[in-house]
């Protein structure tokens, strides 16, 4: 009878003991399915980009500004590269806002000097995901490209001694979450592909080494189109 009591007392214990155990391990693993879950730990990296622009640019993924050339717009020569880092999560959108430099909406430069001109932009960018230390994307014809600002719609008024009157000019607003994923590709054409002589690369450009898959970049054209949009998406690796 001792050694039946003993039996009855001992048996249900080992079950009790599983069951807890499987309760434990169940929560463990909700628990870590739910953080998981919340947070995007397993697709975010941080990302090192390498841009150079001729002259001014601003750096977006998945639709938030995660840096700006150093270099104001309103600096007249300004071609200075720039390393941004940043953390983000796949799959990435990134965004490149760029801006020729214009003296005013003319689209002009150096007005009422004997360099007057209507000038030319230009682009070049490459990331990479420092937690695998590859390239993920760099600038090229696949790129899309939306102009945001054109000047001078009429060219022959380069020679004008008052370009700000006779510059005819037209200038959109980007259009909301433009860099974010599923933005509306309305208007948008590829980007076009630029020699480093038709950009004229100088400066900053040369402090960078470049991806050879890397190109120059700009809407389809470098010269009347002074702020122009880019963008690309780049899935998880
Ligand atoms: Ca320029």
């Known amino acids: 009878m001792l050694t039946c009591s003993y039996k009855a007392k ?9 069951t807890l155990g499987l ?3 169940a929560t463990t693993a909700m628990a870590s399915t739910s953080a998981e879950a919340g947070q995007p730990a397993a697709t975010t990296s941080t990302f090192t980009a390498e841009v150079w622009a001729d002259n001014w640019f601003a750096l977006y993924a998945n639709g938030k500004k995660v840096g700006e050339d150093s270099v104001p717009i309103t600096t ?3 071609f200075n590269s720039e390393t941004i880092t ?10 490149l806002m760029a801006k020729d430099y214009t003296e005013n909406a003319s689209g002009l430069e150096y007005i009422g000097t004997d360099r007057q ?9 490459q990331v990479r995901d420092n937690k695998t230390g590859k390239t993920i994307t760099v600038t090229n014809g696949s790129w899309k490209t939306l102009v945001l600002s054109k000047a001078p719609l009429n060219p022959s008024c380069v020679t004008s001694s008052n370009p700000i009157v006779d510059c005819k000019s037209s200038t959109i607003t980007a259009p909301a979450n433009w860099s974010k994923a599923g933005a509306s590709s309305k208007g ?12 004229g690369i100088k400066e900053g450009y040369v402090m960078i080494t470049w991806n050879p ?8 054209n470098l010269e009347l189109d002074n702020t122009v949009l880019l963008r690309t998406s780049v899935k998880a690796p």
């Open 23 to 25: 309760i434990l391990f």
């Open 213 to 220: 898959a890397a190109k120059l970049v700009w809407s389809s």
């Open 86 to 95: 940043f953390t983000a999560s796949y799959p990435l959108t990134i965004g």
């Open 117 to 125: 001109q209507i000038g030319d932009g230009g682009i070049i960018s």
């Open 188 to 199: 948008w054409t590829n980007a076009t592909v630029y020699t480093p002589a038709q950009v």
């Open 76 to 78: 007249e020569r300004s």
């Open 10 to 18: 001992r048996s249900p214990r080992p079950r009790y003991a599983v």
